[in-house]
């Protein structure tokens, strides 16, 4: 016989309770318990059968395994690479991101750009199937093989999903359904967990992909308990600026591949484009008399990309000057900044400084330092930099330029896009290719300048 309990859930981490408690002793948050109605089936609570009599144990020799040639190839190349080749069977991956950033737009299109013959439903709990098709009308793809249903019960879906047996599934997004084996409402931690764990059972025992759509609260992450990012196989972020059209898939968990993968689209009229160059579409076009810029070679993942990093010095009417950064680590800033002062002499103290990255991106690689410190020095004297110039490597406290990492993409990257010269730090080791670019080694900050204008 089943019993009905009641028991309390921080909404925020998942820790639950028997009675109220104001404040999380897990996360520390307040306010985040919330009661929910369980019913507690005998099975479930241990007294039914506990193993399984159907699952036995093989030598790893034994096993199967689906090669690379398994995996769905969706027409979308960018998503194609940040799953790590394509789509692996019975596998739940989970989109997250803002709302509004495009997280439906991507899925439909995926839906729409699977080969032919691929079957796949699209839940939606938020959305009509009018809805739906008005969107999907905006979009270039089009695939009859796409069925679309508005459900947010899971018993339901899966009655679909026997009848449809599709080659794809996509639900946005998982905090809109419910499970009948649950009285809470939709979106409680109880019911994600649940639903979660239903769909991952019929994802592994179909081998059947799943999609899920997750929420993201305002702090960024991903709405609902960790436990939900430990249940699939991948996590994708989705993010960008809602002001400018670009947007950047990342994968922040892949069994099946590596993390270090993005995927750049940009969100246009008809749906979210591909972007190929990215670099191309980062740099905008400057006069040569332009002062303050500064071209960085940085890496996204495994990609190069070469991105304007704009700086604005000027006097300051405070006393407290302002020091603002956007796209740009503003501690980071400050020790850059320190550095500048400390090893060149520079007086930045009664300065307001402004910095920029271009496009709305917020690189975090290090190898961005000698660009800004750059920008900033262009501005400071009023002397513009050459457009065909760009940078890489990290600053140190000493003021040392230090080397970073895949310096040859880097040098490749600009080489590709007509970069005549590039900086880099002395004790990066020699390259392996030979480059057309000028490649100028420095290991002081106080060498930079008398290197920018020496030809
Ligand atoms: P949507 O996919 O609904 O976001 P999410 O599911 O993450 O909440 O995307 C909504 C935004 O995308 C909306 O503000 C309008 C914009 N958009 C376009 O600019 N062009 C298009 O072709 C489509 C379909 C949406
Ligand atoms: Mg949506």
Redesign the pocket.
Known sequence: MSKIKSIYYCQNCGAQSATWVGRCKQCGEWNTYVEERVTVSPAASGGGKSVSAESKPLPLSEIRAGGDENRIHTSIQEINRVLGGGIVPGSLMLLG??????????LLQLALSLPQHQKVLYVSGEESELQLKM?AD??PETNDNCYIVNENNTEVIFRHMEKLLPDLVII?SIQTLQTPALESSAGTISQIRETTAELQRFAKATATPVFL?GHITKDGSLAGPKILEHMVDVVLQ?EGERNYGYRIVRAVKNRFGSISEIGIFE?????LREVQNPSEMLISNHSDDANGIAIAATMEGLRPFLIETQALVSPSVYSTPQRSANGFDIRRLGMLLAVLEKRCGMRLMAKDIFLNIAGGLRPDDPATDLAVVTAILSSHFDIPIDSKTCFAAEIGLSGEVRPVSRVDQRIGEAEKLGYQRIFISAYNGKETAAHRIKVQRISKIDELLPALFQN
Do not use: H, Q
């Not at 991101?97 to 991507?106: D, F, W």
């Not at 969100?267 to 749906?271: C, D, K, P």
């Open positions: 991101g803002e709302p509004g950033i495009g997280k439906s737009t991507l969107r905006r979009l946005d759509v989705f969100m246009t009229a008809t749906g």
